[in-house]
């Protein structure tokens, strides 16, 4: 059930930036909360951010926090995860998803992927240097 492509991802040595897009395919974007997950080699996969239908609220988890920004343009049917002063510990596969909901999880810690029905291919994030 691939309703989202995701793009933005490569290769940035710590402290640069990456803007990531989720385009939603095939459907109207405007009615749902989006949520960024990334899943870390070995690790499981994680919500580090969500969006609600207005913008408002947005979420983000403490990794996160500070440094990443979500935002929406439901005229694009696109969802934007702005990530600046990247750490080596922000590499891995970035995905977008929803659960079909209009708002987001408020505890983004106690999220189960397995409620998220529609999902991206996810598009790589490599930090080094």
């Known amino acids: 059930q691939q309703q989202f492509v995701e793009s933005g991802g490569g290769s940035v040595q710590p402290g640069e930036s990456l803007r990531l897009s989720c385009l939603a395919s095939?459907?109207?974007?405007?009615?749902?909360?989006v949520a960024w997950f990334r899943q870390a080699p070995g690790k499981e996969r994680e919500e580090i951010s969500c969006?609600?239908?207005?913008?408002?609220?947005?979420y983000y988890g403490d990794s996160v926090k500070g440094r990443f920004t979500i935002s929406r343009d439901d005229a694009k049917d696109t969802v934007y995860l702005q990530m600046n002063s990247l750490k080596p510990e922000d590499t891995a596969v970035y995905y977008c998803?929803?659960?079909?909901?209009?708002?987001?999880?408020?505890?983004?810690?106690?999220?189960?992927?397995?409620?998220?029905?529609?999902w991206g291919q996810g598009t790589q994030v490599t930090v080094s240097s």
């Open positions: 095939g459907f109207t974007l405007r009615a749902y909360a």
């Open positions: 998803a929803t659960d079909g909901s209009h708002v987001c999880d408020v505890d983004l810690t106690e999220v189960n992927p397995y409620d998220f029905e529609y």
């Open positions: 969006v609600s239908t207005s913008s408002r609220p947005t």
